[in-house]
């Protein structure tokens, strides 16, 4: 998860909480107990919030399911240290995060890096994600892009593009890429797999494998060109199109492995509805790989990843 994620769910879940009370003959009456358990549940899905999780699922309040939550001192006594002390250590990370990272550019966008363990792949995924913002983003949507921030302890970086124009454009290359990964990528991947576990002539193989690759490339070429011509990019109009086919189907396969790409938390509405739902592409994604891999007969390490793989080895 992103910091600043972290960071706006415990400010909105965790900054303020308190257990605010009434009497109750003799006994409390503890008020806006509803909201104040959603926020708890909220917040203590972080791991530092582990043990006070643990002391707040042992207490008789937080299990009270009463329409008015009314308990005696000592068990409110006991509620109220906890959530206190749960106050406390959210504000205490609220302002290490703060500390840790710059304040949030409005035409900053977040990338997720890919599950990857050797550095060159990594290395690798910086510099084409680089490739693909400055071949991309041309004519009017050309700008400086620069690095505001690296998650310290997490796989996402942070740019900022000094055009906002490019910002919405750059949505909308995600979208396509996403749309084609949701539609095309894992069907042609899941074609590909299954052709190279028939045993047939190689050559006659690698023509069929040929064969899907080109198909695939058609549809991201006529995605692109579509793009262009609505973003009006008429410069080097050839050349341009060739790139931009050649960076969305890069993204398409990186978005495949588990990149992901978010807007500022903080971006105007027209910038947050350019970019795809990352969530329902994640989903949909998920039940596309189910689908398309419960009928096959190969062995059980066998899938889509490993054809992935192997292609990017």
Do not use: C
Request: net charge negative.
């Amino acid at each position: 998860m992103r910091l600043r994620v972290m960071q706006d769910i415990l400010k909105r879940h965790g900054s303020n909480l308190k257990v605010n009370h009434q009497n109750a003959s003799g006994q409390y009456e503890i008020l806006q107990f509803p909201e104040l358990y959603m926020d708890l549940r909220e917040i203590t899905k972080f791991e530092f919030l582990n043990k006070e999780k643990l002391r707040l699922e042992n207490t008789v309040v937080y299990h009270n399911k009463n329409r008015k939550v009314i308990v005696d001192s000592n068990n409110l006594n006991e509620f109220t240290a906890i959530v206190s002390e749960i106050n406390k250590k959210v504000n205490t990370v609220i302002a290490a995060i703060e500390e840790a990272i710059p304040e949030q550019d409005d035409n900053s966008i977040s990338i997720k890096l890919p599950d990857y363990v050797d550095l060159s792949k990594i290395s690798t995924f910086i510099k084409d994600i680089n490739t693909i913002l400055n071949q991309s983003l041309v004519g009017e949507y050309q700008g400086n892009v620069k690095l505001q921030n690296f998650d310290t302890g997490t796989n996402w970086i942070e740019i900022v593009l000094s055009n906002p124009d490019a910002v919405i454009y750059f949505g909308r290359i995600v979208g396509v890429a996403t749309n084609l990964l949701k539609r095309e990528f894992l069907k042609w991947k899941q074609a590909e797999h299954t052709i190279r576990s028939l045993e047939i002539e190689s050559k006659a193989k690698e023509l069929v494998l040929e064969g899907l690759e080109n198909e695939f490339k058609a549809k991201a070429e006529l995605n692109a060109k579509m793009l262009a011509e609505s973003a009006n990019i008429t410069q080097n109009q050839i050349e341009y199109q060739g790139q931009l086919t050649k960076n969305i189907m890069k993204l398409t396969e990186f978005l495949s492995v588990g990149a992901e790409v978010h807007t500022a938390l903080n971006a105007p509405t027209e910038v947050q509805q350019a970019y795809p739902d990352v969530q329902e592409a994640k989903k949909l994604l998920e039940d596309s790989i189910k689908l398309l891999t419960s009928g096959t007969n190969n062995n059980d390490d066998d899938n889509i990843e490993d054809s992935d793989s192997s292609d990017q080895e």
